[in-house]
């Protein structure tokens, strides 16, 4: 019997510190990230930069151009004559060198009469080859960089919304703490106050009862401030929230296992890429004095005319096919190129080819200029080279921090432990004693009242841990 009352005591006591309608710690804080304006806002911001990351990630697909040319009618000699310039149609290849194709119907023309039609087809293709540098990876780069920019910056601001969470809610606590502490010190002066006066051990005239009465005054002012500050508190937590406090349980223990990483966080990675695209723009940059591109050109075109043209129809009578080959070199101080073209008439049996080659030279008047860029380059990569190393390093020594503050944490609340396990043995000892009669109720009280004020510490204490908790997963991104 005597240990059932105990432990019903110590629900009692315990109970007291939590308001009926609390909410478990994890569940607040999922229903804040769900009604917060800011977080939603951040939702929108990573979505909209993932979805441009993925419009860059797009791979080139073939492409495919028509064009339909232009149809005219002439009224001539008593004929009408229609002609075309036929209709063309481009073929991209999706590949390095940027293979197109192209396919035309050429000009045509037939006449009223149908005395006479006129056809030209032709098909040609073209292709770049480069010799140099030409992995161009700034676009991976940048969607790499952009995509670890959203993301670690959309969580980095989840857990600092968090954290202001935890703050907030430790501030509401302590703030419900420190009233009870003076509330009780209030009603203990009270109380002392009127013994005295019922033991005439002062009187109400005298500067001892001036001095308890002024005590109880500053009592009651500290009273009227904290509850003052009690309104604010739970007005920013509802601002901040997005739904009014109705007290918090269940707070659980942090989890604080954590392992540096030598490679550091995306701050690091971030810094990483950067370095990265500046060595990528000083190669390509490089390439662009060295490189050489080839571009190759050939076509076959036919044009076959039947029946008898009329006078005035701009067209020639013609049946012949044309072949035609070329190449084209291109570098920073020269270019040369080169074609051949021929011509066979199936009417005559006759073949005419022509042969065409020319080129240039410069003696690269930017050379100073360029040299300057070059270095200008140069000197950015080592700039990024220097900023990551002050990033991983960075990161190394806040890692050494956390690691001691960890440390630090599992002290305090290893003590605490012991501390709240000795409250609470002292209030079952005196609940024994007073049931005794050898102890009175007002050391029931204060023993029960310390249990009260350790479970407030301990909030704070495990709050501090999960901000700690955060801090680990914040130098983890």
């Given at each position: 019997m005597?240990?059932?009352?105990?432990?019903?005591?110590?629900?009692?006591?315990?109970a007291?510190?939590?308001p009926?309608t609390?909410?478990?710690?994890?569940?607040?804080?999922?229903?804040?990230?769900?009604?917060?304006?800011?977080?939603?806002?951040?939702?929108?911001?990573?979505?909209?930069?993932?979805?441009?990351?993925g419009l860059n990630q797009v791979?080139d697909?073939?492409?495919?151009?028509?064009?339909?040319?232009?149809?005219?009618?002439?009224?001539?000699?008593g004929?009408?004559?229609?002609?075309t310039?036929?209709?063309?149609?481009?073929?991209t290849?999706?590949?390095?060198?940027?293979?197109?194709?192209?396919?035309?119907?050429g000009?045509?023309?037939?006449?009223?009469?149908?005395?006479?039609?006129s056809?030209s087809?032709?098909?040609?293709?073209?292709?770049?080859l480069?010799?140099?540098?030409?992995?161009?990876n700034?676009?991976?780069?940048l969607?790499r960089?952009?995509?670890?920019?959203?993301?670690?910056?959309?969580d980095?601001?989840?857990?600092?919304?968090?954290?202001?969470?935890?703050?907030?809610?430790?501030?509401?606590?302590?703030?419900e703490?420190?009233?009870?502490q003076?509330?009780?010190?209030?009603?203990?002066?009270?109380?002392?106050?009127?013994?005295?006066?019922?033991?005439?051990?002062?009187?109400s005239?005298s500067?001892?009862?001036?001095?308890q009465e002024?005590?109880?005054?500053?009592?009651?002012a500290?009273?009227a401030?904290l509850q003052?500050?009690?309104e604010?508190?739970?007005?920013?937590?509802?601002?901040?929230a997005g739904?009014a406090?109705?007290?918090?349980?269940?707070?659980?223990e942090?989890?604080?296992?954590?392992t540096?990483?030598?490679?550091?966080?995306?701050?690091v990675?971030?810094?990483?890429?950067?370095?990265?695209?500046?060595?990528?723009?000083?190669?390509?940059?490089k390439?662009?004095f060295?490189n050489k591109?080839?571009?190759?050109n050939?076509?076959?075109?036919?044009?076959?005319?039947?029946?008898?043209?009329p006078?005035?129809?701009?067209?020639e009578?013609?049946?012949?096919?044309?072949?035609q080959?070329?190449?084209?070199?291109?570098?920073?101080?020269?270019?040369?190129?080169?074609?051949?073209?021929g011509?066979?008439?199936?009417?005559?049996?006759?073949f005419?080819?022509?042969?065409?080659?020319?080129?240039s030279?410069?003696?690269?008047k930017t050379?100073?200029?360029?040299a300057?860029?070059?270095?200008?380059?140069?000197n950015?990569?080592?700039?990024?080279?220097?900023?990551?190393?002050?990033?991983?390093?960075?990161?190394?020594?806040?890692?050494?921090?956390?690691?001691?503050?960890?440390a630090?944490?599992e002290?305090?609340?290893?003590?605490?432990?012991?501390?709240?396990?000795?409250?609470?043995?002292?209030?079952?000892q005196?609940?024994?004693?007073?049931?005794k009669?050898?102890?009175?109720?007002?050391?029931?009280?204060?023993?029960?009242?310390?249990v009260e004020?350790?479970?407030y510490?301990?909030s704070s204490?495990?709050?501090?841990?999960l901000?700690l908790?955060?801090?680990?997963?914040a130098?983890?991104?």
């Amino acid at each position: 019997m005597h240990n059932q009352r105990r432990l019903a005591v110590l629900c009692l006591v315990l109970a007291a510190t939590v308001p009926l309608t609390a909410i478990p710690l994890q569940d607040l804080i999922t229903q804040a990230l769900a009604e917060s304006t800011n977080m939603k806002d951040l939702e929108y911001s990573k979505q909209k930069a993932l979805l441009t990351v993925g419009l860059n990630q797009v791979e080139d697909e073939l492409g495919i151009a028509v064009g339909s040319g232009e149809v005219t009618a002439t009224y001539n000699s008593g004929n009408y004559v229609f002609s075309t310039s036929g209709t063309n149609v481009a073929f991209t290849l999706p590949n390095d060198g940027k293979t197109t194709i192209n396919v035309s119907t050429g000009s045509m023309g037939i006449d009223a009469p149908y005395s006479y039609s006129s056809i030209s087809p032709s098909v040609s293709a073209s292709h770049t080859l480069t010799y140099g540098y030409t992995a161009d990876n700034q676009k991976s780069l940048l969607n790499r960089q952009t995509e670890v920019l959203a993301l670690s910056t959309y969580d980095s601001s989840k857990l600092n919304f968090t954290t202001s969470l935890y703050s907030q809610i430790d501030s509401l606590l302590e703030n419900e703490k420190s009233i009870k502490q003076t509330e009780k010190d209030l009603a203990d002066l009270q109380t002392s106050l009127q013994q005295n006066l019922s033991l005439k051990l002062i009187r109400s005239d005298s500067l001892a009862y001036q001095a308890q009465e002024q005590a109880i005054k500053v009592k009651e002012a500290t009273l009227a401030n904290l509850q003052s500050t009690r309104e604010l508190l739970l007005r920013q937590f509802s601002l901040l929230a997005g739904f009014a406090w109705e007290g918090v349980e269940a707070i659980p223990e942090p989890n604080l296992s954590f392992t540096s990483n030598p490679m550091g966080n995306s701050s690091v990675l971030l810094k990483s890429l950067a370095l990265d695209l500046a060595k990528e723009e000083l190669a390509l940059k490089k390439a662009e004095f060295t490189n050489k591109s080839l571009v190759l050109n050939g076509g076959v075109k036919t044009t076959q005319t039947s029946g008898i043209v009329p006078a005035g129809a701009g067209l020639e009578r013609t049946n012949s096919m044309s072949v035609q080959a070329s190449a084209a070199i291109d570098a920073k101080q020269f270019s040369l190129s080169g074609g051949v073209n021929g011509t066979y008439n199936f009417d005559t049996g006759s073949f005419s080819p022509s042969l065409s080659v020319s080129g240039s030279w410069n003696n690269n008047k930017t050379l100073a200029s360029d040299a300057l860029t070059l270095q200008k380059l140069e000197n950015e990569v080592l700039i990024a080279e220097l900023a990551y190393q002050t990033a991983l390093n960075e990161y190394l020594q806040n890692a050494a921090t956390l690691e001691s503050n960890i440390a630090a944490w599992e002290m305090t609340h290893a003590l605490h432990r012991q501390s709240m396990d000795y409250n609470l043995a002292l209030l079952k000892q005196q609940q024994t004693l007073f049931e005794k009669g050898l102890a009175t109720k007002a050391d029931v009280d204060d023993a029960a009242f310390n249990v009260e004020i350790d479970a407030y510490t301990l909030s704070s204490i495990l709050l501090d841990g999960l901000k700690l908790e955060n801090q680990i997963r914040a130098l983890q991104i």
